[in-house]
Protein backbone atom coordinates (compact mmCIF):
# COMPACT_ATOMS: atom_id res chain seq x y z
CA UNK A 1 0.00 0.00 0.00
CA UNK A 2 1.13 3.48 -0.77
CA UNK A 3 0.85 6.39 1.81
CA UNK A 4 -0.21 8.42 -0.89
CA UNK A 5 0.04 9.50 -4.15
CA UNK A 6 3.55 11.40 -3.53
CA UNK A 7 4.54 8.59 -1.79
CA UNK A 8 3.64 6.43 -4.87
CA UNK A 9 5.46 8.44 -6.90
CA UNK A 10 8.86 8.79 -5.54
CA UNK A 11 8.50 4.54 -5.46
CA UNK A 12 7.34 5.01 -8.85
CA UNK A 13 10.95 6.71 -9.99
CA UNK A 14 13.11 4.23 -7.89
CA UNK A 15 11.45 1.92 -10.28
CA UNK A 16 11.90 4.07 -13.69
CA UNK A 17 15.43 4.64 -12.33
CA UNK A 18 16.51 0.95 -11.35
CA UNK A 19 15.13 0.20 -15.53
CA UNK A 20 17.60 2.75 -16.70
CA UNK A 21 15.42 4.92 -18.40
CA UNK A 22 16.50 8.03 -19.81
CA UNK A 23 13.57 10.30 -20.04
CA UNK A 24 13.31 13.34 -21.75
CA UNK A 25 9.62 14.52 -20.40
CA UNK A 26 6.98 12.80 -17.93
CA UNK A 27 3.81 13.17 -18.82
CA UNK A 28 1.10 13.33 -16.11
CA UNK A 29 -2.65 12.21 -16.60
CA UNK A 30 -4.83 14.59 -14.46
CA UNK A 31 -6.13 15.07 -11.61
CA UNK A 32 -4.53 11.94 -9.86
CA UNK A 33 -1.78 11.44 -11.96
CA UNK A 34 -0.52 14.83 -11.16
CA UNK A 35 0.87 14.57 -7.53
CA UNK A 36 2.23 11.35 -8.76
CA UNK A 37 4.12 12.82 -11.92
CA UNK A 38 5.43 15.75 -10.30
CA UNK A 39 7.43 12.97 -7.70
CA UNK A 40 8.51 11.29 -10.39
CA UNK A 41 9.52 14.44 -13.10
CA UNK A 42 11.60 15.94 -9.75
CA UNK A 43 13.90 12.52 -8.97
CA UNK A 44 14.38 12.28 -12.69
CA UNK A 45 14.92 16.51 -13.08
CA UNK A 46 13.02 16.54 -16.22
CA UNK A 47 10.13 18.94 -17.30
CA UNK A 48 6.54 17.99 -16.34
CA UNK A 49 3.39 18.45 -18.75
CA UNK A 50 0.32 16.85 -19.02
CA UNK A 51 -1.91 14.60 -21.26
CA UNK A 52 -5.41 14.20 -21.53
CA UNK A 53 -8.29 11.72 -22.44
CA UNK A 54 -11.84 10.92 -21.66
CA UNK A 55 -13.95 7.77 -21.91
CA UNK A 56 -16.59 7.56 -23.72
CA UNK A 57 -19.36 5.59 -21.89
CA UNK A 58 -21.88 3.45 -22.56
CA UNK A 59 -25.26 4.19 -23.85
CA UNK A 60 -26.92 4.27 -20.21
CA UNK A 61 -24.23 3.46 -17.97
CA UNK A 62 -21.60 6.46 -18.47
CA UNK A 63 -19.08 4.41 -16.30
CA UNK A 64 -18.70 1.50 -18.29
CA UNK A 65 -16.02 2.98 -21.10
CA UNK A 66 -16.70 1.54 -24.51
CA UNK A 67 -13.53 3.36 -25.47
CA UNK A 68 -11.45 6.91 -24.72
CA UNK A 69 -10.51 9.75 -27.26
CA UNK A 70 -7.70 12.34 -26.45
CA UNK A 71 -7.62 15.99 -26.58
CA UNK A 72 -5.95 15.93 -30.33
CA UNK A 73 -8.90 13.46 -31.22
CA UNK A 74 -6.73 10.24 -30.81
CA UNK A 75 -9.46 7.08 -30.27
CA UNK A 76 -9.40 4.46 -28.46
CA UNK A 77 -12.87 1.72 -29.12
CA UNK A 78 -13.43 -1.56 -27.52
CA UNK A 79 -15.28 -2.54 -30.68
CA UNK A 80 -15.84 -5.84 -28.38
CA UNK A 81 -18.19 -4.24 -26.17
CA UNK A 82 -19.75 -1.61 -28.92
CA UNK A 83 -20.84 -4.86 -30.97
CA UNK A 84 -22.27 -6.86 -27.64
CA UNK A 85 -23.91 -3.64 -26.39
CA UNK A 86 -25.32 -2.90 -30.04
CA UNK A 87 -24.33 0.60 -30.12
CA UNK A 88 -24.85 3.04 -32.68
CA UNK A 89 -22.28 4.64 -34.76
CA UNK A 90 -23.79 7.85 -34.58
CA UNK A 91 -23.75 7.59 -30.56
CA UNK A 92 -19.73 6.87 -30.64
CA UNK A 93 -19.34 9.64 -33.17
CA UNK A 94 -21.75 12.15 -30.69
CA UNK A 95 -19.23 10.72 -27.78
CA UNK A 96 -15.99 11.11 -29.43
CA UNK A 97 -16.65 15.05 -30.27
CA UNK A 98 -18.38 15.25 -26.68
CA UNK A 99 -15.42 14.57 -24.94
CA UNK A 100 -12.49 15.12 -27.06
CA UNK A 101 -13.61 18.84 -26.79
CA UNK A 102 -13.70 18.38 -22.62
CA UNK A 103 -10.50 16.81 -23.09
CA UNK A 104 -9.06 20.00 -25.40
CA UNK A 105 -10.77 22.17 -22.71
CA UNK A 106 -8.87 20.65 -19.53
CA UNK A 107 -5.38 20.82 -21.42
CA UNK A 108 -6.30 24.33 -21.99
CA UNK A 109 -6.90 25.05 -18.92
CA UNK A 110 -4.41 23.85 -16.65
CA UNK A 111 -1.99 24.89 -19.51
CA UNK A 112 -2.64 28.50 -19.53
CA UNK A 113 -0.34 30.60 -21.73
CA UNK A 114 2.55 27.57 -21.75
CA UNK A 115 2.89 25.85 -25.14
CA UNK A 116 2.97 22.22 -25.05
CA UNK A 117 6.11 20.53 -24.83
CA UNK A 118 7.98 19.00 -28.24
CA UNK A 119 8.08 15.40 -27.84
CA UNK A 120 9.36 14.73 -31.33
CA UNK A 121 12.30 12.23 -30.69
CA UNK A 122 12.04 12.43 -27.49
CA UNK A 123 11.44 9.46 -24.35
CA UNK A 124 8.39 10.05 -22.50
CA UNK A 125 6.86 8.80 -19.74
CA UNK A 126 3.35 8.62 -19.14
CA UNK A 127 2.00 8.59 -15.19
CA UNK A 128 -1.18 8.21 -13.75
CA UNK A 129 -2.01 7.23 -10.20
CA UNK A 130 -2.89 3.57 -11.36
CA UNK A 131 -5.02 1.81 -14.00
CA UNK A 132 -7.78 0.04 -14.08
CA UNK A 133 -9.48 -0.96 -17.41
CA UNK A 134 -6.78 1.42 -19.40
CA UNK A 135 -9.05 2.71 -22.21
CA UNK A 136 -8.20 5.70 -21.20
CA UNK A 137 -4.45 5.30 -20.93
CA UNK A 138 -4.66 3.50 -24.23
CA UNK A 139 -5.47 7.31 -25.86
CA UNK A 140 -2.96 9.18 -23.85
CA UNK A 141 -0.53 6.37 -25.35
CA UNK A 142 -1.67 7.19 -28.66
CA UNK A 143 -1.86 10.79 -28.82
CA UNK A 144 1.77 10.64 -27.68
CA UNK A 145 2.94 7.86 -30.37
CA UNK A 146 1.36 9.97 -33.08
CA UNK A 147 3.16 13.18 -31.51
CA UNK A 148 6.12 11.84 -32.61
CA UNK A 149 7.92 10.92 -29.42
CA UNK A 150 10.80 7.92 -30.35
CA UNK A 151 10.02 5.94 -27.02
CA UNK A 152 7.18 5.97 -24.93
CA UNK A 153 7.20 4.40 -21.80
CA UNK A 154 4.17 3.77 -19.33
CA UNK A 155 4.82 4.11 -15.63
CA UNK A 156 1.96 3.75 -13.12
CA UNK A 157 2.09 2.43 -8.93
CA UNK A 158 -0.22 0.03 -9.39
CA UNK A 159 -2.35 -2.21 -11.80
CA UNK A 160 -3.91 -5.62 -12.62
CA UNK A 161 -2.36 -7.83 -14.20
CA UNK A 162 -4.48 -8.30 -17.20
CA UNK A 163 -4.74 -4.54 -17.77
CA UNK A 164 -1.02 -3.79 -17.47
CA UNK A 165 -0.07 -6.86 -19.82
CA UNK A 166 -2.76 -5.66 -22.28
CA UNK A 167 -1.09 -2.04 -22.16
CA UNK A 168 2.06 -3.52 -22.81
CA UNK A 169 1.05 -3.39 -26.59
CA UNK A 170 0.67 0.18 -26.70
CA UNK A 171 3.84 1.65 -24.68
CA UNK A 172 7.29 0.31 -25.73
CA UNK A 173 7.54 -0.78 -21.79
CA UNK A 174 5.28 -0.39 -18.95
CA UNK A 175 6.94 -0.29 -14.98
CA UNK A 176 4.37 -0.88 -12.39
CA UNK A 177 5.46 -1.08 -8.88
CA UNK A 178 2.60 -3.91 -7.65
CA UNK A 179 0.32 -5.62 -9.79
CA UNK A 180 -2.06 -7.48 -7.16
CA UNK A 181 -4.05 -10.48 -8.45
CA UNK A 182 -6.96 -9.36 -6.73
CA UNK A 183 -7.84 -5.47 -7.41
CA UNK A 184 -11.11 -3.75 -7.24
CA UNK A 185 -10.19 -0.02 -7.38
CA UNK A 186 -6.50 1.70 -7.18
CA UNK A 187 -8.03 3.42 -4.22
CA UNK A 188 -7.85 0.40 -2.28
CA UNK A 189 -4.21 0.54 -2.79
CA UNK A 190 -3.57 3.97 -0.67
CA UNK A 191 -3.52 4.63 2.61
CA UNK A 192 -4.93 8.70 1.43
CA UNK A 193 -6.73 9.02 -1.93
CA UNK A 194 -8.14 11.61 -1.66
CA UNK A 195 -9.95 13.76 -4.61
CA UNK A 196 -7.30 16.18 -6.74
CA UNK A 197 -8.77 19.74 -7.10
CA UNK A 198 -8.59 21.05 -10.57
CA UNK A 199 -6.72 23.87 -8.48
CA UNK A 200 -4.48 21.86 -6.73
CA UNK A 201 -3.41 19.81 -9.77
CA UNK A 202 -2.60 22.87 -11.41
CA UNK A 203 -0.07 23.60 -8.99
CA UNK A 204 1.66 21.20 -9.31
CA UNK A 205 2.83 21.89 -13.03
CA UNK A 206 4.24 25.23 -11.31
Do not use: W
Amino acid sequence: MFDDRADAGRQLADLIEGHDVEADIVLAIPRGGLPVGRAVADALAVPLDIVAARKLGAPGNPEFAIGAVASDGTIFLNDEYIDQLGVDESYVDDAIERERAAAQEKVDRYRGERPPLDLHDKTVVVVDDGVATGATTIACLRQIRAAGAARVVLAVPVGPPDTIERLGAEADEVLCVETPPSFMAVGQFYASFTQVSDDEAMRYLD
